[in-house]
């Protein structure tokens, strides 16, 4: 079967690894100054670096593309639900200002996917598998 991926919009993605950079660096330098403040703020910092660096590494290898499929759209953690069927889908088309960028709606207009614009061919398809969920078997 086969997939569309829709990766985030340019601005999106550079201010989610800045977002990340940032705070990976504000938690790495108060390890580094934390011995001073006891053993228990060594441990919650070392955590938060973790964690921190953990959503850099999930940003950095994709994790907000979201994939298509004739299912549904298949969005990651980062987005909330995981599968949103074409039948909740109402709108595709190009975001009004922005042309190779790609809005995705559902009920009330709201917005379920921006990203950047696919191929032609793949815009084409995610068309047809919208078309086929809202007409029926």
């Given at each position: 079967m086969p997939r569309v991926q829709?990766?985030?919009t340019r601005t999106r993605y550079w201010l989610m690894v800045g977002l990340w950079s940032l705070m990976l660096a504000t938690t790495a330098l108060r390890l580094v100054d934390g011995v001073r403040d006891g053993a228990a703020w060594l441990v919650v910092d070392l955590v938060l670096s973790l964690g921190t660096a953990?959503?850099?590494v999930?940003?950095?290898t994709g994790a907000l593309t979201v994939t298509a499929d004739a299912d549904g759209l298949h969005g990651h953690?980062?987005?909330g639900r995981r599968l949103?069927?074409?039948g909740e889908v109402t709108e595709i088309r190009p975001a009004p200002?922005?042309?190779?960028r790609?809005?995705?709606r559902g009920e009330t207009r709201r917005t379920l996917v921006e990203g950047m614009?696919?191929?032609d061919d793949e815009v084409a398809l995610l068309h047809t598998w919208h078309e086929r969920a809202i007409s029926g078997p």
């Amino acid at each position: 079967m086969p997939r569309v991926q829709i990766p985030p919009t340019r601005t999106r993605y550079w201010l989610m690894v800045g977002l990340w950079s940032l705070m990976l660096a504000t938690t790495a330098l108060r390890l580094v100054d934390g011995v001073r403040d006891g053993a228990a703020w060594l441990v919650v910092d070392l955590v938060l670096s973790l964690g921190t660096a953990a959503l850099l590494v999930l940003t950095l290898t994709g994790a907000l593309t979201v994939t298509a499929d004739a299912d549904g759209l298949h969005g990651h953690w980062f987005y909330g639900r995981r599968l949103v069927p074409w039948g909740e889908v109402t709108e595709i088309r190009p975001a009004p200002s922005y042309p190779e960028r790609l809005v995705i709606r559902g009920e009330t207009r709201r917005t379920l996917v921006e990203g950047m614009k696919p191929a032609d061919d793949e815009v084409a398809l995610l068309h047809t598998w919208h078309e086929r969920a809202i007409s029926g078997p």
